[in-house]
């Protein structure tokens, strides 16, 4: 791999014009070059763009360095509602995957498809819990929220559209109740205020008085929340 002073980087040359250097998802740097360029102009454009590129790096690791693998193996601990609870797998079951008895019961022959069984569970109980909670805000912001969804959302807690379409990510049920009011209430807000300006924390502070604290705990510990 080559690299210009500490800085390593996978070079890759394409047919545009332009250069950009990317931080992947892995945190590995990509930098893409047009075919002709040299490796001291590669060099001198590095040099030039040290600074975003450390920036970059930074947020990366501040958003991966809580990131946990996790296995579906008996004894790994899962996140629901805020709470761990020890995953176990058994033979004979009639779904999927349940919550029982203080742990997570996941039915042997749905094994290969782990991730699958707790996304369901995860979106099911979404549903339920997050429409109410939408209803419960929506009076309160006096909002009207067209179709609410339970997806998806990658690197994001929630999503809303001009249309006013709100998505939440499946991962929110892992968060404890106030967290997840916490995201509905944040993206509900956006259907007033589609920035994050001012006005925008002003009038979640409303209905939120300590959406700062929440904010805060989902900063810190919401990259351990996911599969
Ligand atoms: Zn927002």
């Known amino acids: 791999m080559p690299n210009y002073k500490d800085i390593e980087y996978t070079l890759k040359r394409s047919r545009r014009k332009t250069s950009s250097i990317y931080v992947e998802r ?5 930098v ?15 040099e030039q763009k040290r600074y975003q590129i450390y ?20 004894g790994e ?28 019961r996941l039915r042997k022959k749905n094994l290969p ?18 429409l109410d909670r939408v ?12 179709e609410i969804k339970i997806m998806d959302l990658q690197n994001r807690w929630g999503s809303w559209t001009p249309k006013g379409n709100v998505n939440f990510h499946w991962k929110t049920m892992m968060a404890p ?4 009011d916490y995201i509905i209430a944040h993206e509900l807000t956006h259907l ?11 009038e979640l502070d409303k209905i939120m008085p300590d959406y700062v604290q929440r904010k805060a705990w989902l900063k810190l510990n919401g990259a351990g929340m996911d599969l």
């Not at 176990?88 to 999927?96: A, G, R, Y």
């Not at 782990?114 to 369901?120: G, N, R, S, T």
């Not at 109740?177 to 997840?180: A, G, P, S």
């Not at 007033?192 to 002003?202: C, E």
Request: proline share 4%.
């Open 113 to 130: 498809r782990a991730k699958e069984a707790f996304v369901e569970f995860y979106k099911e109980k979404g549903r339920k819990r997050i």
């Open 55 to 74: 920036s970059h790096l930074a947020q990366w690791e501040d958003a991966n360095t809580k990131r946990v693998y996790r296995e579906f193996v008996n």
């Open 32 to 46: 893409l070059v047009p075919q002709q360029l040299s490796e001291k102009e590669i060099e001198a454009m590095i």
């Open 135 to 146: 209803e419960y805000f929506r009076k309160l912001l006096d909002v009207e929220p067209n």
């Open 192 to 202: 007033i205020h589609p920035n994050h300006s001012d006005a925008f924390w002003n």
């Open 177 to 180: 109740l106030t967290i997840i």
């Open 77 to 104: 601990g899962f996140y629901y509602l805020g709470r761990n609870y020890k995953l176990e797998i058994v033979t004979n079951q009639e779904v999927p995957l349940k919550l029982k008895n203080g742990c997570f």
């Open 26 to 30: 892995d945190g590995s740097i990509s």
